[in-house]
């Protein structure tokens, strides 16, 4: 989650080599999370939409982005349901709007952005 919220990304597109790692963990936590907890704990959907998005920007560093697209708007399919102050939709918002920019798409990557502000 740092990673994200301090840009490592940008850091990590140029060591794919990282991004396998923490792709592997975010889809390692992904499974626990599938699995019933012995103590009863339900997952928040911030939980569960929190590692769709890293596993989303970690695809993209993987340059998947037909699959990182999948991701970002799976996380926002859930967005009415996210507390009141949760980054998560803005970020993963942000992101789609960077990709379509980078996509060379700027009326939408523009609406994404705004929409994340």
Aim: glycine fraction near 6%.
């Amino acid at each position: 989650e740092l990673i994200l919220l301090w840009n490592g990304f940008r850091i990590l597109y140029k060591r794919p080599d990282l991004v396998k790692s923490l792709l592997e963990l975010v889809h390692e936590s992904q499974r626990k999370q599938s699995n019933t907890r012995s103590d009863g704990y339900v997952y928040k959907i911030e939980d569960v939409c929190l590692l769709k998005l890293l596993e989303g920007m970690c695809v993209r560093c993987l340059n998947q982005k037909e699959l990182a697209m999948l991701c970002f708007q799976q996380v926002l399919t859930h967005e009415s349901e996210f507390a009141e102050g949760s980054y998560i939709a803005a970020y993963t918002c942000a992101e789609m709007g960077f990709m379509h920019l980078d996509n060379g798409d700027v009326t939408t990557g523009k609406h994404h952005l705004e929409v994340a502000r």
